[in-house]
């Protein structure tokens, strides 16, 4: 493990014309950890991970990727130095096929989609990598496949596929087991079991199965506050937990 966080928010407070969403929110990843993001519907989870990836501006607060401040810099940027993310909604080119897909990522991974002749020449290379972005997640068989015929199960897994071949040392997930069936989801947990290397991830999901299997750590946000932090046995006997995110009948 470096000495440095992989990531590590300090102090973080956002607001809406609506009220404060998040409120010195303090967070510190080591590298290779995984972390769960827990908290009821409204937490703020959703802004802190605009935050740390870059599309939105904290009011207060720092943002330090690898010990390096990035509180200013552009989604792009944090992408290119390494945080990759998911989003809720899947953000693939349906019409496009697993193949076209996958090139795309990386061929914008490298900078090479702005002038799309100059890529040409350097397709070879990128088709080999494609092919193993596949594998990876189990879509070798499905290259040729348009996307939006697809199961939804296995989209989830290009949008996963098109998150590593980025080679992030930081993966946010932003609920990727939402709107997959029990059997997609033990898949999804296999998955990422078994793919994520020694990335850092930070995981948002309300599917608590999912949660407890893949963090090593878990924090807890309640009304844009951090309530708790600890291993997911610590968490899921903590009563200010239960009470708050999993309704008063479970304390
Ligand atoms: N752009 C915005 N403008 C105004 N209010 C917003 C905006 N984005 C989020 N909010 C509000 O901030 C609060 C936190 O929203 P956020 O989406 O971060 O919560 P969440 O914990 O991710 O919730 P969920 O689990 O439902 O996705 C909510 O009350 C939401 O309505």
Redesign the pocket.
Known sequence: MSELPTLHLSRIAKS???GP?LQDVNLSLQSGERRGLI??????????INIITGGLAPDSGDVFFQGQRITGLSPYRRNRIGIGRSF?ILSLFGEMTVRENLRNALLRHRGLHVLPWRAAARLAPIEDEVAQAAELVGLGDVLKARVDTLPYGMQRRLDIALVLAQEPALVVLD?PAAGLSGAETRDLIDLLQTRLGDRTLLL?E?DMDVVYSLSDRITV?DY?RVLAEGSPAEISANSDVRRVYLGEDAA
């Open positions: 809406f014309g609506s969403v908290g009821p519907n409204g937490a703020g989870k959703t802004t802190l809720q609920e948002v309300h946000l844009g």
